[in-house]
């Protein structure tokens, strides 16, 4: 099993472009998420699926767009990248219920100019 | 809203000493997970503790939950280089049994 695979491991982007960071889990997790992390802020929920079709914002929702078409993938979008989004990304995924950590990727590294 | 705090910020400690970083919150915890991440990594699951006075052990590491529920603990004895990075610990949002509550985090420098 691969686990959570996110790509890419690194990004730059230019201030208004648009970009999607994939995020791929092969362990038939139903909860998938997205975190950024800044430091000293430490992790940020971005947004979150509770299974294919369902999705819902965490703390920090401006500027991201997520769906999810299939239990496996949960992509990321930003639709008109600021410099306030440079952070790292990670995807982070696990079983419903109440006793099971997450799985998180390796993550992405994203640079606004 | 539901916060955890965790303190220290920051550890350093000499190899062989032990560490001890504590979560706490005002609100009762259904839950406390623990994390590390290494630096320049990403955070990995270390466990989840459950029950009021709770308390695990993997090898060096020994996690306790309050008897309250509002607070946690992860303790290393005799610190390795191996045991450098940030340790989290989270706790899930009250209703919302998959979404989690983040501390900020402990980073713990161990020199050789």
């Known amino acids: 099993n691969a686990g959570v695979t996110q790509t890419p491991k690194f990004q730059v982007l230019k201030t208004g472009q648009s970009m999607t960071l994939q995020c791929a889990q092969d362990m038939n997790h139903e909860y998938m998420s997205w975190y950024r992390q800044d430091p000293g802020m430490g992790l940020r929920l971005i947004h979150y699926s509770v299974g294919a079709g369902i999705t819902d914002q965490g703390e920090v929702p401006n500027g991201y767009n997520v769906s999810r078409s299939t239990t496996e993938d949960f992509p990321l979008r930003l639709l008109s990248a600021a410099p306030s989004q440079t952070s790292v990304y990670f995807c982070?995924?696990?079983?419903?219920?109440?006793?099971?950590?997450?799985?998180f990727g390796s993550g992405t590294r994203l640079t606004v100019v | 809203g539901q916060q955890v705090m965790q303190i220290p910020q920051y550890q350093h400690v000499q190899e062989g000493e032990d560490f001890t970083t504590y979560c706490n919150s005002s609100?009762?915890?259904?839950?406390i997970q623990w994390y590390k991440q290494r630096p320049g990594g990403h955070p990995v699951f270390l466990i989840q503790?459950?029950?009021s006075g709770e308390v695990k052990k993997q090898k060096r590491l020994t996690f306790q939950f309050g008897e309250a529920k509002k607070n946690s603990s992860l303790h290393i004895t005799a610190t390795q280089t191996t045991d450098v990075g940030t340790y989290f610990c989270?706790?899930?949002?009250?209703?919302?049994?998959?979404?989690?509550?983040w501390g900020l985090g402990t980073s713990l420098a161990v020199n050789p």
């Open positions: 982070a995924s696990s079983l419903q219920g109440a006793d099971y950590g997450y799985t």
């Open positions: 609100t009762t915890l259904s839950n």
């Open positions: 989270a706790s899930q949002v009250a209703g919302n049994n998959r979404k989690l509550i």
């Open positions: 503790l459950v029950k």
